[in-house]
């Protein structure tokens, strides 16, 4: 039987929460809810049911806070386990304290995400169900969060599910071929071939649409990049809606990387404003330029700023040719109303540029985000349904492989039982992705990603 083990399973700050709960789970966690808590009158203690009363000190008889209690009895509880929540005042001190008193009780604190993985291996979720709740606590935009309930509602562990199931049958015809084929029709060596194909084509697909999923979840990393006073702090505070940055008509006012955190559309952003880059004998700018390039080097993707006004010049040349060949680029002219200019991807702009803009008044800003996210593959028209996060895509490639080489001994007219070495660890690596074949260190290293207390 396993221990209790003990929480504080909601955020903890001062002044910042009105309600913090202290979580326990295991054998002794009704027992050390009855030495804890003050309960007045008849209020009976059944499960599901929230009693109102007091978490006292056993030793002392002292009133430590004034609370609720809710107890979940096994098997209808989140880890199938005897459950039982405080739910306290917020703030620092008072959850602390009975979070002290519940381990003075017996019980044991809590790893990261050890609830949840008593949740698994109690059968309550599979592993991409699990996976799916961390995702969803450490979404950062609307539709990172939607794919995480996606996960939570068993749409990833079905796909997979469903393709290791067909897996599992050709491997059952193939076997059977090998130790009763004289007892049985003829094997339709071509039919297992479709499907084996088939299976590798929907695993391929799920392994492209990873990296869209992990732009959602994680985010975009976008360089604002251009010469000195072409508008990249300006274009900074548009896109965030608010003036992070210093804007003059002085060349060289930002001489550091400034960093914006947004959403946009549902996706996450880091925006990176950075120095202009240009020849200076200004020792500050230049390590604010050396920042820039080291942040242009990073970036998922470039919005690459020059003026209308001006024209494309050497120097804009030189710093497309600085960005990273993986990196996806947008070249936007700024100050198009100053030049008399449209805005968005007009036509009439002059080449190279790519999208009309008026980082000063606002115009063309719509049209910006709508083609940056098309081009990174996150735009809102091409939502996706599930999306494997790193661990899973690893493991969906790995199946995939095996898959082709299944398939190159089919085409070289192998016995049978070639045909199914590669294809069971196929199998096992589909059986990683749901939990189904897992081992305990993996379990480990997916769990503990996870926040204290969930």
């Known amino acids: 039987m396993s221990d209790t083990i003990a929480a504080i399973a909601t955020a903890v700050a001062a002044g910042q929460g009105s309600v913090a709960i202290v979580r326990l789970s295991g054998p002794d966690a009704e027992a050390i809810g009855h030495k804890l808590f003050r309960a007045p009158g008849c209020q009976p203690w059944e499960s599901h049911r929230v009693l109102y009363g007091h978490v006292v000190d056993p030793t002392t008889g002292e009133r430590v806070d004034e609370a609720l209690l809710l107890l979940m009895r096994a098997p209808r509880s989140f880890t199938r386990e005897d459950v039982v929540e405080f739910q306290c005042h917020g703030g620092l001190i008072a959850v602390r304290r009975v979070l002290a008193l519940v381990l003075a009780a017996g019980a044991r604190r809590a790893g990261p995400g050890e609830f949840s993985q008593r949740a698994f291996l109690n059968g309550r979720l599979d592993l991409t169900r699990a996976e799916a709740i961390g995702e969803l606590i450490a979404a950062r935009g609307q539709r990172a969060a939607a794919l995480a309930m996606a996960g939570l509602d068993g749409g990833l562990q079905r796909r997979i599910t469903d393709l290791r199931g067909r897996l599992l049958d050709q491997l059952a015809e193939l076997e059977a071929r090998v130790d009763f084929e004289e007892d049985l029709p003829p094997l339709d060596a071509a039919g297992v071939v479709r499907e084996l194909e088939a299976v590798g084509a929907a695993l391929a697909a799920l392994v492209a649409e990873a990296q869209q999923g992990q732009l959602l979840r994680e985010g975009l990393r976008v360089a604002i990049v251009g010469r000195p006073n072409v508008g990249k702090s300006s274009l900074l505070n548009l896109l965030s809606r608010r003036d992070r940055a210093i804007v003059t008509d002085q060349p060289g006012t930002t001489r550091d990387l400034l960093e914006s955190e947004l959403v946009l559309d549902g996706v996450p952003l880091t925006l990176l404003d950075t120095a202009g880059i240009r020849a200076t004998d200004d020792p500050v700018e230049r390590l604010g330029i050396a920042r820039s390039r080291e942040a242009l080097a990073a ?84 939502g996706l349904q599930v999306a494997l996060n790193h661990r899973q895509r690893d493991l969906a490639a790995r199946a995939a492989a095996a898959l082709e080489r299944s398939l190159e001994a089919a085409a070289s007219g192998l016995p049978w039982d070639f045909w199914t070495i590669d294809l069971r660890a196929a199998i096992a690596a589909l059986g990683e992705i749901t939990g189904e074949e897992v081992s305990e260190a993996v379990l480990d290293r997916v769990f503990a990603r996870f926040c204290i207390g969930k």
Do not use: I, M, Y
């Open 299 to 382: 970036a998922d993707a470039v919005l690459l700023l020059f003026d209308l006004q001006a024209g494309w010049s050497e120097a804009d040349e030189q710093l497309r040719q600085l960005v990273p060949a993986g990196a996806v680029l947008l070249v936007v002219g700024n100050k198009a109303d100053a030049a008399g200019l449209p805005t968005g991807p007009a036509a009439g702009l002059p080449p190279p540029a790519e999208l009309g803009l008026s980082a000063l008044a606002g115009d063309g800003r719509e049209a910006l985000v709508a083609e940056l996210l098309r081009r990174c593959g996150v735009a809102p028209a091409e």
